[in-house]
């Protein structure tokens, strides 16, 4: 005689079930789940966010942990299957509470004046403390205002990070802030040291260097009487140059033995020249015996060198002196 199975798939029973739990940093934890169907359902534990690697490898209806740490604090999964479609799952919360702990990433600061400036600090606690920010000395509570802004962010289960910001940090704000949690089963807190340092000069940029514009002056300008016909700047004379005169007032370089037939000059008398600015003046003759060498050059301060001496040196001698005068009148001008 045959017989008809009907299959049916897995359910959890709740109230045979752990729902939220609670236990004690270092303590046991005992989580169980209950599922019917037919045929009967296996019961796989799985905890929520773990990765393969540390996935529970547990089968059965209760799932036991041994000295609990926070870490394992989470949700876990008891998935029921009996290989009819669909299958079951329950999500179970279990809680590891434990006192806070306050810890500092950083326990001293050092702020520039007139910033707005941020501090923080992390709690750890299950259940969550009521934490808060205090100045030391004295150590007045800090709220949220116009200076001060205390917010808080959770991460985790149990993890929450606080922070606090100073608006226009100041030396008054230069001291001690005590971050402090406490719950159920304890307190803890930590002390940041915040200084206050200058704030850095701000560079600025070194202007572009003026030109000054050139100023019209009368050694600026060249007068147009001061130039020949042939564009030639007409000398004046040696102004710096210190050399001794004869009875009409014309300066002499006392120097013997020049030939004046080695200068090829053609005699170079000035009764044949054009009057003008720098030129010999009417009435001043040359010596026979020597040149007026500085007026080769249309100086009106003329220097005179004898032909007593052949000596070639001498010559170049008297050229470097017109050269210096030449140059002489030109700085000056």
Not at 157 to 165: E, K, S
Not at 199 to 206: G, N, R
């Amino acid at each position: 005689m045959g017989f008809l199975e009907v299959q049916v798939p897995p359910e959890i029973v709740d109230d045979e079930s752990s729902g939220e739990t609670e236990v004690l940093e270092g303590g046991n934890a005992r989580l169980y789940c209950k599922a019917s169907g037919v045929p009967t359902p296996t019961i796989y534990w799985r905890k929520e966010g773990a990765s393969k690697r540390n996935q529970i490898q547990e089968k059965g209806e209760n799932l036991t942990m041994t000295r609990v740490m926070r870490q394992d604090m989470g949700h876990y999964f008891c998935i029921a299957k009996n290989g009819v479609p669909p299958s079951v799952s329950k999500r179970i919360m279990l809680r590891v509470n434990f006192e806070p702990l306050v810890t500092l990433p950083i326990n001293m600061f050092s702020f520039p004046e007139g910033d707005d400036v941020t501090i923080q600090c992390k709690v750890e606690s299950s259940p969550q403390a009521v934490s808060t920010w205090r100045r030391v000395p004295g150590e007045q509570m800090i709220i949220s205002s116009h200076k001060y802004n205390a917010t808080e962010s959770h991460q985790d289960y149990y993890v929450t990070m606080m922070h606090l910001t100073i608006r226009n940090f100041t030396k008054k704000d230069a001291t001690n802030y005590l971050c402090a949690a406490s719950n159920s089963l304890g307190s803890s807190d930590a002390t940041i040291t915040v200084n206050a340092t200058p704030k850095p000069a701000t560079l600025k940029p070194d202007p572009e260097p003026r030109i000054p514009k050139q100023m019209s002056s009368p050694k600026n300008e060249i007068n147009k009487d001061e130039i020949r016909r042939k564009d030639v700047l007409v000398i004046n004379g040696p102004i710096d140059l210190f050399l001794p005169t004869d009875a009409s007032g014309r300066q002499i370089l006392p120097v013997e033995g020049l030939n004046p037939g080695g200068l090829d000059d053609g005699g170079f008398q000035n009764s044949g020249r054009s009057p003008g600015l720098g030129e010999h003046y009417p009435g001043l003759e040359e010596p026979s015996n020597g040149y007026d060498v500085f007026n080769l050059f249309g100086s009106g301060g003329s220097t005179l060198l004898t032909e007593s001496s052949n000596s070639k040196a001498l010559k170049i001698i008297a050229i470097v002196l017109v050269f210096l005068e030449t140059l002489f009148e030109f700085r000056e001008n």
